[in-house]
């Protein structure tokens, strides 16, 4: 799983990319909110970690952003925030947040996380396979306006 961390601190971002790159995860880093987007469309990671507070985009305004690039992918977002303010939690998921890691992070909470939403995104992509194989064969066996008049051509005689 490929997943892009969004962390204007050096320290987090570094410690982030050790502990995903020692768990096997693949890991693209950004250091701004701007910088993010870039590499979100560049990289098309599975999931995205991204910082609350960042000087030149704050975390709501980055995940709308994101999410209007996921097209029909679902791709989670879990912010990372030193702020236990509930109202702006919970505009964090309004906007388009699947989940909250508060900062300082506990490492084992954050691969239980991790593991848990790589869970999610499996069954996701399992069934829109399975959707677009039944709408593929449904619109196999849709008929064309001329072959529903072709059936009851019989009925005008």
């Known amino acids: 799983m490929k997943i892009l961390t969004i962390d204007d601190e050096p ?16 890991v693209c880093s950004a250091h701004s909110g701007m910088d993010g987007l870039r590499v979100f469309t560049q990289e098309r990671p599975d999931l995205v970690l991204l910082d609350m507070q960042m000087p030149d985009m704050n975390g709501i305004q980055v995940v ?7 097209g029909e992918r679902f791709v989670p977002v879990i912010f990372l925030t030193s702020q236990y303010d509930d109202e702006l939690l919970a505009d964090c998921i309004d906007a388009g947040g699947d989940d909250i890691v508060h900062k300082p992070f506990n490492q084992n909470i954050l691969e239980a996380k991790l593991r848990a939403w790589e869970r999610n995104i499996k069954t996701f992509n399992a069934m829109l396979v399975s959707h677009q194989n039944s709408l593929s064969a449904l619109s196999r066996n849709t008929l064309t306006p001329e072959e529903i008049r072709g059936l009851f051509a019989w009925s005008e005689e």
């Open 11 to 26: 320290v987090i971002a570094q410690l982030l990319e050790v502990i995903l790159e020692q768990r096997g995860y693949e």
């Open 64 to 70: 709308q952003e994101l999410k209007k690039r996921c």
